[in-house]
């Protein structure tokens, strides 16, 4: 189906471990992002990609590692956890062009780090 | 960093009033979108508005875009408990390529 899938959904994993959250577009847009949700914050630029192997850093990204081999897939890597990183997790994509952007949200993956 | 305020932060009203949101900044944006969100899942697309003073309509839901590209509107006429959600606006940077978020304002639509 055509979309913007993420996994896991859900995802518990003790401090210090690594863990990697996958994204998947299939509309070929060139521009993908990933947020943080936290109560009080609402959406969190982590980081962001223009196309292919060009990222760059948002609002937040201590922490974290990202990389975008091909246009379809953006993984976000927490290289070693800390509870801080608990969090609802979005990723979205874009066609960005024109002078406007609008993005499209996967369903967020709910990470726990205890 | 541009930041975007949205007021009020909560809103609870009864089925069939009438309610504003606002989205504020100190800067100018190339467009503004508004997104709503229900529990569990990522934010919808409800509107984009490129034009300083653009209005747009979407059913029972009026966007305006002010003059100075800087605030934008919502109005929701007549609201329904199937509006209930947590709304948010972003406003897109065409220099710097991406968009910043209000921290949305949940309203509840009490039947």
């Known amino acids: 189906d055509a979309g913007i899938t993420q996994s896991p959904r859900y995802k518990i994993t003790e401090t210090g471990r690594q863990v990697t959250l996958m994204c998947h577009q299939t509309w070929s847009h060139s521009y993908m992002f990933w947020y943080r949700q936290d109560l009080g914050h609402g959406l969190r630029l982590i980081y962001y990609?223009?196309?292919?192997?060009?990222?760059d850093k948002g609002e937040v990204p201590d922490g974290y590692v990202v990389s975008r081999s091909k246009t379809e897939n953006f993984p976000l890597t927490l290289e070693s956890a800390t509870r801080s990183q608990t969090s609802v997790y979005f990723c979205a994509s874009s066609g960005q062009g024109r002078g406007w952007s609008e993005a499209f949200f996967g369903q967020g993956t709910r990470l726990t780090v205890v | 960093t541009q930041l975007l305020e949205q007021s009020p932060q909560f809103l609870s009203i009864q089925e069939g009033e009438n309610l504003t949101v606002y989205c504020n900044s100190s800067?100018?944006?190339?467009?503004l979108q508004w997104y709503r969100q229900e529990p569990g899942e990522g934010p919808v697309l409800l509107v984009t508005v490129v034009t300083g003073g653009e209005v747009k309509k979407l059913k029972r839901l009026t966007f305006q875009f002010g003059d100075a590209r800087k605030d934008s509107s919502l109005h929701i006429t007549a609201a329904q408990p199937g509006d209930t959600g947590l709304y948010l606006c972003a406003g897109f940077n065409t220099n710097a390529g991406k968009s910043t978020f209000g921290d949305g304002t949940t309203l509840t639509v009490k039947p």
């Open positions: 800067s100018v944006f190339s467009s």
């Open positions: 990609s223009a196309a292919a192997d060009i990222t």
